[in-house]
């Protein structure tokens, strides 16, 4: 730390600093804290709400696209989209976003907003499958990756034990990923 005496900046522990020039130095550096702090936060929330406007729209499109990879089972699958999951991410005031629960031959598959507290990721959505004859011990869900161009896109995310795979979000892959959230609906028919 530094102390201006005539325009000359002087070490802290210098000798010709006063313990009235330390008192204000640290008054000073305090204040010069608290605004470094005011900024960082204001530009972190800035941030944060650039990605939870980012997340939300994100969200509402992998909403939209599931239920157009469906369409045509409309018949073998009901929908349920009213149940509100609330989403608390630090400075963000908290939010509500529907969640979507499909019912197949039965078993409920619950898709869930988490939020954009993620480390390595912008963005979170668990699936996870509700049943009642198997239970299912692996993680699966959607990622919200950036690329260099600052386009964002979903990813699908399985661990399952100590294996992990990612892949893309398309039709192909998220009739996969259903596929081993459902194997029992298949091995009862």
């Known amino acids: 730390m530094f102390s201006v005496k005539r325009g000359v900046e002087l070490p802290v522990d210098h000798p010709q600093v006063h313990e009235d020039q330390l008192s204000t130095i640290y008054k000073m550096t305090f204040k010069s ?21 980012v997340f939300c729209d994100m969200y509402k499109q992998l909403i939209n696209d599931i239920k157009e990879f469906l369409k045509e089972n409309e018949d ?5 989209e009213s149940f509100p999951c609330p989403i608390k991410e630090g400075d963000i005031p908290q939010y509500m976003l529907d969640g979507l629960k499909l019912f197949i ?11 954009t507290l993620i480390v390595g990721a912008y963005g979170r959505v668990d699936i996870e499958q509700r049943s009642y004859v198997a239970g299912n ?31 893309d979000f398309n039709e192909e892959n998220f009739f996969k990923l259903l596929n081993t959230l459902l194997p029992e609906v298949y091995e009862r028919a």
């Open 137 to 167: 011990k692996s993680r699966k869900y959607f990622l919200l990756n950036k690329d260099d161009d600052e386009n964002f896109t979903w990813r699908i995310y399985i661990k399952d034990g100590v294996d992990s795979e990612f892949t």
């Open 33 to 53: 804290k608290i605004i470094i702090i005011r900024q960082r936060k204001k530009e972190s929330l800035k941030q944060s709400l650039k990605y939870h406007k």
């Open 105 to 115: 031959d039965g078993e409920e598959t619950k898709i869930t907003p988490v939020g």
């Open 76 to 80: 073998c699958i009901d929908f349920d």
